[in-house]
Structure formats: C-alpha cells, structure tokens
C-alpha cells in the first residue's frame, strides 16, 4: 500500500504552455533546471542519449512537499 510519495512527473509536448496550464491551478515553478543532457537518463529509458527541459512545479504554501516534475523531451522528442 503507497503511504507516500515526493512528486509526479509529466512529459508534455511543450513545456511552457503546460507551465502556463499549472500556474492558472495555482502552483508556481519552484526550479526551473532548464536543458539537462544526462547519461544517466539516458541509460534509464535504454536510450542512446537523453536532451530534456525539466520545471518543478508546487502550491506556494504547501506542506507536504509534493511537487510535479514537469518534463519536455527534446531529444529523443516528445
């Protein structure tokens, strides 16, 4: 039984308009990370490189800690 967890993460096709969704619900970007190329990821989703653009997404005020992980694929693309 899940008795907890810390965040979500949604790819979407682009990621400013899917920010711009998220804000009109209430939630800010807590980290924009912006382009990350990471092998790591790479090597995760079995694939020979990874190019993305990451945004976490939270309410202001919450407490729990909760955040989306908003992510768009550039490479491979979305």
């Known amino acids: 039984m899940v008795e907890d967890f810390l ?12 920010i711009c969704f998220y804000e009109t619900l209430g939630l ?3 980290n924009d990370f912006g382009e ?3 092998q790591g990821i790479a090597e995760a989703f079995r ?3 990874s190019h993305l653009k990451v945004v976490y997404l939270g309410a202001p ?3 729990s800690g909760l955040f989306i992980d908003l992510v ?7």
């Open 61 to 63: 005020q919450g407490k």
């Open 72 to 78: 768009e694929w550039v490479e491979p693309s979305s």
């Open 7 to 18: 965040h979500l993460s949604i790819t979407t096709r682009n990621l400013e308009r899917s």
């Open 36 to 38: 990350v190329a990471e």
């Open 47 to 49: 694939l020979p490189e």
């Open 28 to 30: 800010k970007v807590l």
